[in-house]
């Protein structure tokens, strides 16, 4: 239900150069890209590039990831990374796709200025919650859904759920239960989750109790939020507490995740420097194995049943995970009012140390390229966990195991060129 926003924003696109698209989170901005990016790259000769930006989390690593998404050769030792794209942009007709810039708002900005002066077939779309600068960018708000195209993403995901054959009645709730819901498409996915045990009718009436209707001329009344925080507070009221506990923890990765990883931020003890591994282990023993590998699985599970948690097809090591980034930010806050942020990043920091130190260790015998391929998975992981150790008022421990991390990727960032990003820091 979105063909008249891809018109617009193909249209807008021919017009100016750089183009972002606004709106709350969970507003459809991505998709949006996704479908205009399709059409738009059409009439580029180059087509359309794509490059994901919420697991970089730092503006200093943006144009090398850049030059990764793109899947440009690596930067060589001579080029700043900037210069290296402005390089293999110059002569390319391309629709370049920089997706949630939030977080990197005033980079993305100096870059995208940077890549529109010294090239001439580069454009750019971004998405991202605010704009990227006063002035930066022509602007494009996503609207909410229509009520009809509501309704229909609403019954169309509930129908994968479970059968739906609907009465008068439970349909007439169907719409007031879209009316609440802001025309928010992640919303929308979260109630159809819940049609999946309650009518129609009986989800309304707890989203009544969830939802005080927004009085006109109510000056908070445009917060598009609440909808959305109200479904993902019910989510995780549904949540066990250990799949709870799996979300807030899941949220200090960058990226995806693992099981193995997300085994090592999930652990119920507290990571503890003198702690040695064997003491660590005996630790986990002694909690009668409530967070042993069996009980992560049950936890992974929950959450992916409940939507919170996305697969992906994954590498040779097994599946990965995703979260989008409203529900991560979710966890995050939870985890934080817990006062779990720290042992939580710091099992974190630990893990990606460890794998950093063994590819190190291994890497000249057989398997390099197997090798390379799995860390350059982690990456955004690895680097977060560096930002972490490297951040003022890190414990010496953190410290340590973030030199270790940038001792230990000497040798992938001469093997793949971005040795820049390695002495940068
Ligand atoms: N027009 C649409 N029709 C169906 N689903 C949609 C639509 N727009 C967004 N969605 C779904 O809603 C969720 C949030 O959309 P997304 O594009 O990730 O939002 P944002 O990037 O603004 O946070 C995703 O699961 C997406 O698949
Ligand atoms: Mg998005």
Redesign the pocket.
Known sequence: ??AREVEDVSRLLAEHRLLT?T????????????RAARTAGLLMRDGACWVELAEVTSPDVLPYAVVEGLGLAPVPPHLTPTDHLIGALHHREVLLVL??CEHLAAACARLAHLLLDRTTGVRLLT?S?LPLGPGAERLYV?PP?PED?SLA?LT?RAALLSEVSWSRDDLAHARAVIRRLDG???A??FAARRLRALSPGQLLDRLDERLPLLSKGDPVAPERHRSLRAMLDWSHQLCTPAQQRLWARLSVFAGSISLDAAHAVWAEDRWKEDAGKEDAGKEERATGGRSGPEELLDAVDGLIDH?LLLTEPGDGAGRRYTM???VREYGRDQLARGGDLEDARTRHLMWFRDRVLDVHDRWAGPGQAELLERLRHDLPNIRHAMEYGLRDGAGPAQTHAALDIARGLQWYWTATGTAGEGTDR
């Open positions: 239900g979105r698209l709106g709350v989170g969970g507003v459809g901005k991505t998709r949006l890209a996704q997706d949630n998405t919650r996503v859904l195209a993403l169309d928010l498409p992640l929308i996915e939507s989008l980034e409203t």
